[in-house]
Nanobody, 122 residues
Framework: QVQLVESGGGSVQAGGSLILSCAAF????????MSWFRQAPGKERERVAS????????VYSDSVKGRFTISQDNAKNTLYLQMNSLKPEDTAMYYC???????????????WGQGTQVTVSS
């Protein structure tokens, strides 16, 4: 049974930073993809950052490239999303997701966390 638990969301002013964490329980870390998605009210879910857990170059959506960094700590089975230069349009519920195998650039993930809210005020 795979369980993903996010933490680190909150409220911040524009230009500020937040770090999201996703602890993965029961997930074999070396053979799949993990991603951060977000969904704002009235909008479709967006994949913002992905990483292949066996190694590889992370990929980002154009909307966050250069501002967000996805990383993983295999020893702790934890995924991170460092978010810098936050904008009001980054306000959304952020979800951690995991799957086995590839590709990472997909919405077809088997496991999802419960989400953590990020609110950026202007």
């Amino acid at each position: 049974q795979v369980q993903l638990v996010e933490s680190g969301g909150g409220s911040v002013q524009a230009g500020g930073s937040l770090i999201l964490s996703c602890a993965a329980f029961g997930y074999i870390y070396s053979n799949g993809c993990m991603s951060w998605f977000r969904q704002a009210p009235g909008k479709e879910r967006e994949r913002v950052a992905s990483i292949y857990t066996g190694g590889g170059i992370p990929v980002y959506s154009d909307s966050v490239k250069g501002r967000f960094t996805i990383s993983q700590d295999n020893a702790k089975n934890t995924l991170y999303l460092q978010m810098n230069s936050l904008k009001p349009e980054d306000t959304a519920m952020y979800y951690c997701a995991a799957r086995y195998g590839a590709p990472c650039r997909t919405t077809e993930y088997s496991y999802w966390g419960q989400g953590t809210q990020v609110t950026v005020s202007s």
